[in-house]
């Protein structure tokens, strides 16, 4: 079975989800964050939850760094009664990736993004992908876990980010 890059998927949600001229706040905290995706060709799907600790520091530090990638360009957003959409082209390693993205905030702790992305030519095997990532608060993080800090499902901390 094929698996998607995960910095593909990390590329298309930090694109996808921060280039808004600015998101609504965020509850500060941790976050389940479950990300469903189907590669073509192939019909390949995967589906894995992760959390997230972040606070509006992290937030603007992850919007800030998808608004100034210079390979991405906003070729139309809208934010509208809580709903934003996107659509842009970015090129990465040769590829085009033109993705639409609808990210729907439902409030302050939780929010659910749809995505679809071609590649052309297609990346890592990948001609089209659909995303789908559903976030919801769970309350403080944890004792030890700092804002920008990502648990994987077997528990591994990652450092997204220090301030």
Known sequence: MRKTPAFVLGFLLLVGLA????????????????????????????????KLCRN??????AHELAKNMK???????????????VDTECKLAGSVIKSRSTTTYQSDTAFRSESHASYTPEFHGIGEMTLIVDQKYLGACPSGVQPGDRIAEDGTITHLWRH
């Open 19 to 50: 280039l808004a001229i600015q998101p609504p706040q965020m509850k500060e905290g941790l976050w389940s964050v479950r990300t469903q995706s189907t590669d073509n060709p192939g019909n390949i799907k995967s589906d894995h939850t992760q």
């Open 56 to 61: 509006h520091a992290y937030d603007q530090y």
């Open 71 to 85: 390979t991405c360009k906003v070729l139309s957003e809208n934010f509208t009664g809580g709903t934003y959409t």
